[in-house]
């Protein structure tokens, strides 16, 4: 919240210095004035000015002012030029207050410092308060530390959302649009609503300035989207790479992965348990047994060669048939991977005279272009001499046969080139694939010869000494094992992993249900319903009669501003409903922000809300409606007591309830 | 009447013959475009000879050609150039002299029509249009002359006469 608690103007001229000083108090203030021009609105263009908000008033810095800032001052009959003029303004947040002080006229002062005094206008005497100096209408003064509104944004608890900018870049929502709803300013603040809003760049600013205020969801639901998106690329990503660690490993082992969920799903324990590694179609769980097992019946064997001479002559036999067989299998594939090369090449061959002539096919429909942009009769298809119709064809003979028009040429060949690239593809798939057979096969000879080896120098070496061949086979059978065991491990781990992954995704889905689909979340629907009831109750108490029919009235979804019957409610108003109107709309912001804690800062401003000759009485209700919401919101009105209703409506509201600040003749007193 | 039903033994079968695709070298926009660039490049004010028009445009065919032909021009022509004679090159002409871009002189050279050399000039404005044999054909530019083919005609009547 934000409360404006004391102004203070000092004016030094050539004969002396003049100012005014008033506090305000929480509820409604009077601004008020027997005459015009006294000065109600050079003290509310004050606060604005200090607050950084002049642009609410149509420009920036002092330009905007009265020239009792900038030029001269008059009193009584004499004018007196303006030597130096500033402001002062205590505001408080509720906490804390702070004293603002901006100059308008000051020699070696930029206009555009705002000085923040850390204490209340009483305290600025004592040496002790902290100052710091904050600046404002810079480039990103919103977002830096040293920006004033930066500053305020923060000091009012305010967090302004990223919204869109007409450039399509991300942009902080202004605080000057926010204020603008709130502050209506004399001059042109009542020809429609938020007429007083600046044009900052920013997409739908009305839109988006009620989304604030009212803190709909809307904006944090485009968010929550956003970061469902990221999340889910996230998972899917994750997920990816935990079966890629796996496929990897698992191809090391000449295994293969069974039952593996391709995508993020959310899993059962049982589908976990159904994701298993097979080698040649046995569970590798089983295969280390066997493998196992095979070592223990190694280890049975005598280690001597004399004890198993009949067995190594069979394996050597057994080992060296598997081996031609294999040798077979290999020439057999490289047989393959030389024919498909072949392809490969014979296709990136055939591509590039494709892509010859189809930019030659090319060239050629538009050479014919040209051709009848010169009126030639070729281009047309029609002999120059006899004008029948002739092929576009330099071939013999080619009369009887129907022949391809230029354009269906290209067309054929764009059709033949995608065929051949596809084939392309296809071949290339199919070479890698041998190469990793063929290396595979490779690795697999490598061992059976080293076996073989072994096996043959077993058979030749003296009987007494140790079997090489059971070294070599344990030793191959350890590797193995090892190497399983490792695959099991991982499998192990990457099913946690994906465990852990599918409870992830499950939350993902359950968040994405909870995104609303439509637009607006019930409570978002709630407020704006609660803004129309409200906004309608008011137009009837201030005495609204341009529609007689209230229930056709809308808040409209797109703009979230009033509708009636599907258009602007301005259209149908008469002048002065339009005064109750823009009354009605900025009182009902206030009450749905405060019965629904939205981000209104509960202050408002109205300067001379008694524009067009608006009737007494309901300007009267205007002003109960106010002492209603006096408890938590501050409201300053300006206005001018000229006739006698006007002030007969002001007295005959309960005594103390209202702070009337007298402005006199000319607010800017000698001191 | 069994029979009628069996399609493949019926005598009524009909043969749609398709579109038949055309070569980019065979077609007479490119072809004239191609004819008429060698002349407007190639060739000086006094016409071009009917052999060096297909010397030329038969060596375009392929890279490897046309390239040898630049090698052998810049050398002076001093190996002499096989030269293959094409009949697309001749209908082709025909066209071209019909449609007014190309005219016959009177002693049977060709050169390009006022309207031939306004093709050419909208040809050559597209800078991306026909690259490869501008490329080419600037390379060769005017140095096979009608004197080289004079020359090269007087050999063939010297050297492959069979007698």
Redesign the interface.
Known sequence: MLRINRIKIEITTENGIYGFDTPFVNGLNFLSSQENTCGKSSILEAIYYCLGLEEIIGGRNEKVLTSVFKTTLEDNTSVWNVLQSCAYLEISNGKDVVTLYRTAKMTNRDSRMITVYYSDMDGLSNPDTLADDKYVHFPNSAINPKGFHYFLEKFLFLELPQVIGSDNTQKKLYLQLVFSCMFIEQKHGWSDLFSGMPILGIKESKKRVIEFVLQLDTLKNEKKKEDLKINEALIIEEWNKCFDSLQIMAAQENCTIINYPVRPNVLSDIDVERIAIQNDGVLIKKEIENLEKQTSEIQKLKPKVIDNFEELQGELSKTEESMTELDGYVSSCQKQLLIEKGNIKTINENLETIEI?LT??K??A???D??S??Q????KDV???CHQH?N?????K?AD????G?D??IR??EAQQKMLKFSLLSHIQRKKELEMQINEINDRLYKLRRLAQTIRNDLYSINESYSETVVYKKITLKQRIDGLKKLQMLLIKNCKELKILSGRWQIFLEDRKQVPKNKFTALDKEKLDLLKEKFIDNLKLFGYRSIHDFDAITISEESYLPLFEGFDMKFDSSASDNIRLIWSFTLALLQVSVLTSGNHPTVLIFDEPDQQSTIISDMKSFFEKILDLADYSQVIVGITIKDGDTKKAIQELPENSYLQIDVPNKAFKKK | MIMNNNYLLSDKIIFD?????????????????QLSLILYICCGRSGCSLIKLHMISVALGTDQEIQKLIKQTNDGLVEIPVVRFD??VN??LL?AI????IIQQKDGKLKLSP?GK??VI??IK?ED??Q?ERCFLSKISTGITESMIQKIMTDWRYKNVAN
């Open positions: 002539d030659n096919n060239d050629a538009r050479l014919r040209l051709g942009e010169l030639c009769n070729f281009a002999c120059p001499v002739i576009d064809s330099l071939l013999p080619a046969i129907p022949v391809m230029i269906e040429n054929h060949l | 013959s398709k579109p038949i695709a055309v070569p980019y070298n065979y077609r007479i926009s490119y072809k004239i475009a009949p697309a209908r082709a066209y019909m449609e007014g871009i309207l306004t093709y909208c040809i597209q249009l026909m490869r």
